[in-house]
């Protein structure tokens, strides 16, 4: 459904995204997951047109993907990182906006759906500026469906959102994605990509370097990590893949300070890049 091949983006003499390929199927549910400067935002930008390629092509069920793209642009939704909501304007009068931007003919039903979908009905007629930061993500995921979309490109989506709003954003995704739909996230939070996304890229200074299942990433590696202090007192890991052999390991070892735990997606991303996500 979305195929890049060969893209890098340059700015001056830095390379934000270096060289990436990659293959989305439709319904899958990809997570972009790298640090902060990791070239996420870069790469969700010109998955949407936003920005040109210095080098490479994105196809969009195999047509080019460019600014002007319109029958290209008419198949996704997007959820940016900062907001794109008018605050000044209720959360009905931002969906109308965005729903005459479409030329949806029927619109004020496709509101009314969409509002009870994202559970805004008792926000319809607040001004935006006045809703949590949760419920404005959610308005903003709203005005992305509004034209229903079969791809939606979300740029950390739950950002300084508590974990209670979290999980209203997280189920809403869930659920989209039992739709069929095709869904490409970034985050920088383990926990989301883990809970969240069938597939898992993972990203570092520009370049995609694994791209699998959450669970077998963590298989690969080995589904238990032995943590345990070296003697110049450094935190080192070490990876297996059952308790037991973790316990054998550090059983001849005199005074060792250690713990056991299952191995996540943070462990995975370390042994790739020595750094952490979040
Ligand atoms: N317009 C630009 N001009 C110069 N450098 C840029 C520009 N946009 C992004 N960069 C740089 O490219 C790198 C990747 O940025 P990008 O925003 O894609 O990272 P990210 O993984 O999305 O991180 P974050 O979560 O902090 O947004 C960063 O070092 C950033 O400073």
Known sequence: MIKIDSVSKRFGDFYAVNNVSLDIEKGEFLGLLGPNGAGKTTLIKMFIGLLKPTTGIIYIDNKKMSRNNMEVKKKIGIVPQH???DKELTV???????AKLFKIKDYKKRIEDIISFMELEGYKHKKSMNLSGGTQRRVMIA???IHNPEIIFLDEPTVGIDLNGRRKIWDI???????????????HYIE???????QVCLINEGKIFKKSTPKILKEELGIYTLEYFDKEMKTKYLYFKDKDSGENYVRG???ISYTIRKTTLEDVFYNFTNRKVE
């Open 92 to 98: 009905y009068e931002n969906l109308i906006f965005a």
């Open 173 to 187: 995704l869930k659920t989209m994605q039992t739709m069929g739909k095709t869904i490409l996230l970034t985050t």
């Open 143 to 145: 005005k992305a469906l």
């Open 253 to 255: 070892i005199e005074n």
């Open 83 to 85: 907001t794109n909501l």
């Open 192 to 198: 989301e990509a883990d809970y969240l996304c069938n």
